[in-house]
């Protein structure tokens, strides 16, 4: 699934299980030395093993706030309050990297090609913008920030 690119680069070339499309994705620096140090041999992990690893890693590191979780049972709202760690699996990085992507300014069409995901309007789920970024992102765009009037004709 590892291939070598014409400009020394490496990219990850699968088809998706779920969705059965292919993606293809770049390897950043950080992930090309961990890959190396496996001679480009990623060891094989079932899911659940994983997903327990990461749940112990996040405790490990201290990401444990409580947070509240509502579920119904027999029409009954309970909420329970369990640590975050518990919560964090593999799919929360797959959020985290859309999100993260999207918040360093590359356009939700990009994203799509490497998260595998067929619409726009599903990977815009994915994203979780806080209205507080969404506020910074306009503040700091320079198309938001030019007058009005820049660019209108005469005619007003």
């Not at 490496?10 to 961990?34: E, F, H, W």
């Not at 990401?63 to 979780?69: G, H, L, M, S, V």
């Amino acid at each position: 699934m590892i291939q070598s690119k014409a400009n020394n680069g490496k990219v990850i070339d699968l088809i998706q299980s779920k969705t059965n499309q292919r993606v293809v994705i770049p390897i950043r620096p950080t992930l090309n030395t961990r890959l190396k140090k496996y001679d480009y041999e990623v060891p094989k992990v079932f899911p659940q093993k994983l997903n327990d690893r990461i749940k112990e890693l996040a405790r490990v590191i201290g990401i444990t706030e409580p947070i509240q979780i509502e579920k119904y049972k027999g029409g009954k709202r309970i909420i329970h309050t369990i640590p975050k760690c518990d919560l964090i699996m593999s799919h929360t990085a797959r959020r985290s990297g859309c999100t993260n992507m999207f918040k360093q300014g590359i356009q939700p069409i990009t994203i799509m090609k490497i998260s595998g995901h067929k619409t726009e309007r599903e990977i815009l789920k994915y994203i979780l913008i806080s209205p507080e970024e969404t506020a910074d992102g306009l503040l700091n765009d320079p198309n938001f920030n030019k007058p009005s009037w820049q660019g209108l004709s005469g005619r007003f």
